[in-house]
């Protein structure tokens, strides 16, 4: 019935076959081999991270939530549930269909939960936008993103976006949402009581996206290969009515379990519903609402169509939900029902087209890989500081800097994301960490995306610990305490040694911070594959974090309020410049070890500024990250457009060189501006956490003016840092 | 006074609106779904923003002809209060309850962001409230907001005094004569692209578009 050649076009390897061929006992059927392809992918199956991403935390000082397709924590009697996943190969290949198809996706993880979604973010990479694909990749993903999540009404109120060589030829495409709910309100993705009924909602399924999380997700790309027919394409508006229909079809209480049917279609939904339920379901094909003549059976369920969901229902109650999607002008079709036993049975106008145990489906067989450390090491890591020059002007190094896309402002991007829709959005984009306010409580919540590949680069593991801390510093700086982790982790191939090296060493990186912290890691993906032809990726495991503010009026943003204030920094600067974006930008190369970390520090630090900012003691705090102490001062001064407000830096110590002073990137430091009537009371509390403190200068004035030892200050006007920064991504992204 | 907020399939600033009724301004407010015909025992209807029919063919084109928008057309021929937002704005002009037409903004971009607007017509059912050329903070949310009419649509509007709000230092999206809101000839039916609701509460960084709802209630209790 099946050929090897039908194994090597679905992506399964002869090995694999065999495997498949031993489970059930005879030869499968070409829907059968489909069906195992998708679900044995890496995309689906974690057949290379499984037993790596067992290590994450999975508690913290929330109770969690950790479901089938997404997480959460509960606090007090809401649900706060929340996914980063990628889409990585689509955005690379069609970047507005491939960014939007993401957005669209993530959200469905969150409202089958039951959920509403209430914030999108976008963690985003590209190769260097002097090479036009790139520009073309950046202004597709943007596109896409603002397409389809503005239309939602879902507001994309944060993120970040880097630029890197390595990225070229693969950029990468991480998007996190959150959703709220009562917490006795959630849904599962399972099937649940032998006789209720299995109904097809959403849109009509096409041959769009066969073998999307097989073919195109779990592959490296390769020269002169067109993938473009893998990708799948949104509608909006289709999704917003389905938010909209499933919610209402949840508030019934007659849907017993839910999945989306995203990667691998309804494969992946009706078998991981039954094996989830620990039941049997039987699925007739030819209810299945199609768009195109024609279609094969192992079509049906490869397909990728958007906007679709499988629910379970209670038997005798389908037609009330059927009303409900056709009210909101969407197909509802029953298309079969729970059954006892553990079979997955695929009929097709009577006959049956596939029959295989959902455990087996589910149960991808797990690889172990070698891993060897990374040649490229020994020699990235040297770095002498000797033999580096150090800057004639450093005016222009700032403004440089400044101007840099990956530090420069993104307001190109959100400018065209709503950001502000469902009116929660307390902080707007431009700051630390997005603030949404939860209606209805007097808290709120931040959030925030978190990753320097660099870091990574150099040493996986620190790299790793540090996006979890500077995430966590992120949302300090806006006031809140962290509470719990997404991750998005994109790597290379991991068949290949050192590539799996870097994946083992950053989710080891991770688990140790997070457990520091005391940070649960509720939900998260796994992207493998990000290669082309001129190497892998830097390995970039992006963190997403939210954190609660017990008291919504008690937030705290970034930019400089007052004229005369004390400036202050939280932490200590030390001589370390390896990975910064000062190497990078000014001198070319990333070389050298990932900044140092002392979580103790780290913790000294967070935990000192946010006590202070709950007290009222604290006009602004910013996290002192790419670019170091002169950026973050620069940022302070000019990130509120309207409101640009100068400050003279007239204390640093001058015990390491002056560009690490300036430009180096020690983590664990916060800048924060205050009346100086409260700088004793922030001593106070610094002191007993053991934080270093340091008055470094005021605010005022129409410059930024930094003493420089016995060399000319470095003094800036206000309107030049602005345009640096401001303009600085439109000019670069313009066509 | 009773509120109506009606939700088209693709609406999605109708919870936002149906809040600041509620929340914020105090009074009752219902949903009204895009297929309902009746509209009676309302003293106001908005037209929330959002992408109503996905913006396919043209924002707000198809949305003029759900059946909602013939009770819309009675209503407002009553003298009934329409306040058109955005999506609700461009839903307006397609049914003809207001004149002109709305362009893709000059950038060719969404656009999502806080903006001045200048009270130009004070007298209004929507802007009483509004002290005389008041400069009011409420932000703008959309692709299409390149509002055009022809010039002698556009001297119509002047001498009519319907050009309720203008944006002011800094026109977003090339509309012309930098228009923001106009309201119809009848002084009962405004359609305009900045978002009030967003913009009712401190917290959210400014409170103007609030007083375009407590015109409309202001305007309501001294009518009755």
New interface residues.
């Given amino acids: 019935m099946t050929t090897p050649n039908n194994c090597q076009a679905l992506g399964l390897s002869q090995d694999e076959y065999q495997k498949i061929t031993a489970l059930i006992g005879r030869e499968p059927s070409l829907t059968e081999l489909a069906m195992f392809s998708v679900e044995w992918s890496e995309h689906c199956g974690y057949i290379h991270s499984k037993r790596m991403l067992q290590l994450l935390p999975k508690t913290g000082k929330y109770p969690t939530l950790i479901g089938e397709d997404s997480g959460g924590i509960i606090v007090d009697d809401l649900a706060i549930v929340f996914k980063m996943e990628s889409h990585n190969h689509p955005s690379q290949v069609e970047p507005k269909q491939g960014a939007a198809t993401g957005v669209g996706g993530i959200i469905r993880d969150i409202f089958t939960a039951g959920a509403r979604p209430i914030a999108l973010l976008d963690s985003l990479r590209f190769g260097s936008l002097s090479e036009p694909y790139n520009k073309y990749l950046m202004r597709g993903v943007v596109d896409g993103i603002?397409f389809y999540g503005?239309?939602?009404?879902v507001p994309t109120v944060g993120g970040e976006i880097y630029f890197d060589q390595s990225y070229n030829g693969n950029c990468l495409v991480n998007v996190m949402c959150i959703g709220t709910a009562k917490k006795n309100k959630l849904s599962r993705a399972r099937t649940k009581g032998s006789g209720n009924s299995i109904i097809y909602a959403g849109s009509s399924t096409g041959r769009d996206g066969i073998g999307g999380c097989s073919i195109l997700a779990s592959k490296e790309f390769k020269r002169g290969e067109e993938k473009r027919p893998t990708v799948q394409i949104g509608?909006?508006?289709?999704e917003?009515?389905l938010i909209e229909a499933t919610l209402e079809a949840l508030a019934t209480g007659y849907v017993t379990g839910i999945k989306d049917m995203g990667a691998a279609g309804l494969t992946c939904a009706s078998s991981e519903m039954a094996s989830s339920g620990h039941t049997g379901i039987e699925i007739e094909l030819k209810g299945v609402p199609l768009r195109e003549k024609n279609m094969a059976p192992w079509e049906i369920m490869m397909s990728e169509s958007q906007e679709r969901m499988l629910l379970c229902v209670k038997k005798g109650k389908e037609k009330i939900i059927e009303k409900i999607f056709s009210k909101?002008?969407l197909n509802a079709a029953l298309i079969g029902k729970v059954t006892g036993g553990r079979l997955v049975r695929i009929k097709h106008k009577g006959k049956v087209v596939a029959e295989v145990k959902a455990d087996d489906l589910t149960s991808a067989p797990l690889y172990e890989v070698p891993c060897v450390k990374p040649d490229y090491l020994e020699t990235v890591n040297r770095l002498d500081l000797h033999r580096l020059a150090e800057p004639k002007d450093y005016n222009q190094v700032l403004l440089k800097l400044l101007g840099s896309p990956s530090i420069a402002s993104k307001e190109w991007a959100?400018?065209?994301?709503?950001?502000?829709?469902?009116?929660n959005?307390?902080v707007?984009p431009g700051s630390d960490a997005a603030v949404l306010?939860l209606?209805g409580t007097r808290k709120a919540i931040a959030a925030t995306t978190d990753c320097n590949s660099s870091y990574c680069y150099l040493n996986p593991y620190r790299g790793a610990q540090i996006a979890v801390a500077e995430a966590a510093r992120n949302l300090v700086c806006a006031g809140a305490e962290p509470a719990a982790v997404t991750d998005c982790l994109n790597f290379g191939n991991p068949t290949k040694p050192d590539r799996f090296w870097q994946f083992k060493h950053c989710v080891e990186g991770i688990t140790s911070a997070c457990q520091f912290f005391n940070l649960p890691v509720v939900s998260g993906n796994v992207s493998f594959y990000n290669e082309s032809p001129q190497g892998a990726i830097f390995p970039t495991p992006a963190i997403g974090m939210i954190g609660i503010i017990q008291d919504?009026?008690k937030i705290c943003t970034q930019y400089f309020k007052k004229e005369n204030e004390a400036v202050v920094l939280l932490g200590v600067s030390k001589e370390e410049l390896g990975g910064s974006g000062y190497l990078k930008e000014i001198h070319k190369t990333v070389r050298g070890d990932a900044p140092e970390l002392d979580l103790y520090l780290e913790e000294a630090v967070q935990k000192t500024a946010r006590e202070a900012i709950s007290k009222g003691l604290v006009s602004s705090a910013h996290d002192c990250a790419e670019g170091g102490l002169l950026v973050a001062l620069a940022e302070s001064c000019i990130s509120d457009r309207d409101n640009l407000l100068g400050a003279v830096i007239d204390n640093l110590t001058f015990e390491i060189r002056p560009d690490a002073l300036f430009f180096g990137e020690s983590q664990s430091r916060i800048i924060l501006s205050c009346k100086n009537s409260s700088v004793p009371k922030i001593r106070k509390i610094a002191d007993k956490y053991k934080a270093p403190l340091r008055v470094i200068g005021k605010t005022g004035g129409k410059k930024l003016v930094v003493l420089n030892g016995k060399r000319k200050p470095i003094a800036l006007p206000l309107e030049d840092l602005s345009k640096a920064w401001h303009k600085s991504l439109e000019k670069q992204v313009s066509l | 006074m009773k509120f109506g907020v009606v939700i088209f399939p693709g609406s999605n600033c109708d919870q936002d609106c149906f809040y600041v009724i509620k929340e914020v301004l105090k009074q009752p407010v219902e949903y009204i779904w895009h297929q309902s015909t009746d509209l009676a025992g309302f003293d106001a209807v908005i037209l929330p923003g959002g992408f109503s029919y996905g913006d396919y063919l043209r924002t707000g084109a198809v949305a003029r002809f759900s059946p909602v928008m013939k009770a819309v057309n009675k209503f407002a021929a009553q003298g009934g209060l329409v306040i058109g937002i955005c999506n609700g704005f461009q839903i307006l002009l397609e049914a003809g309850l207001l004149p002109g037409a709305m362009l893709r903004n000059r950038n060719l971009h969404f656009i999502c962001k806080y903006v001045l607007v200048k009270a130009e017509n004070t007298e209004t059912a929507f802007s009483n409230l509004c002290r005389p050329e008041q400069i009011l903070k409420i932000p703008i949310a959309h692709n299409e907001g390149n509002y055009y009419i022809d010039d002698a649509g556009l001297q119509e509007l002047k001498q009519n005094n319907q050009i309720v709000l203008r944006y002011y230092k800094f026109n977003p999206n090339g509309s012309q004569d930098n228009i923001a809101g106009i309201i119809n000839r009848e002084g009962n039916v405004l359609g305009m692209m900045p978002h009030p609701e967003r913009s009712a509460e401190e917290a959210l960084g400014s409170r103007d578009g609030l007083l375009i709802f407590k015109s409309m209630l202001e305007y309501l209790q001294n009518k009755r």
Avoid: E, I, S
């Fill in positions: 603002q503005n239309c939602l009404g509608d909006p508006f289709t917003k009515c909101w002008g959100y400018r065209q994301y709503d950001h502000m829709v469902q009116t959005t307390l707007l306010r209606k919504a009026k």
